[in-house]
């Protein structure tokens, strides 16, 4: 969630907070997965053992992690929507930043958190700043997006 300043970026986070229903997303995260979590977590107190596939796995451990560092119950962080990186642009993109430095990732995908302003933003306020920091391409080898995606150079 990005702000001109941190205080717009919170309260913008925060709004959208107080929007989400917590079933939908119990919902969206069982879709997401391929398991009902809801039956699940009745029938099983412990989230490691809900299923067995690798990438679900991954998921259930990453909620896990989450849970036990927020202090929140398993069964209340599979309830609430991924945390936002929130803030300006020169604080997201050091995060981003570190993360691709350190080798955390070798890059991101940015969801939507309210469209099309979400995309607005990135391209109006990240987008620069991860240009002046040399992690953000200024041209492209084809001119068209066909080209480009053909060939990323």
Sequence with gaps: MLGETEAIARDRAEYLDSLVDPELVLASNSSLMGIDLDRKLREEAAAPELVGSQGVQGTLDRMSQT??????????????????????????????????????????????????????????LLVPELQKRGLFRREYAGRTLRENLRDPG
Excluded: H, K, N, Q
Aim: aromatic content about 10%; some cysteine; glycine content about 10%.
């Design 67 to 124: 849970a036990a560092a927020s202090g929140r119950s398993f069964a209340e962080t599979v309830r609430r929507p991924r945390d936002l990186f929130t803030g300006t642009a020169a604080g997201i993109a050091d995060a981003m930043e570190d993360w691709l430095v350190s080798g955390a990732c070798d890059g991101f995908v940015l969801p939507p958190t309210v469209y099309p302003g979400t995309f607005e933003d990135v391209a109006r």
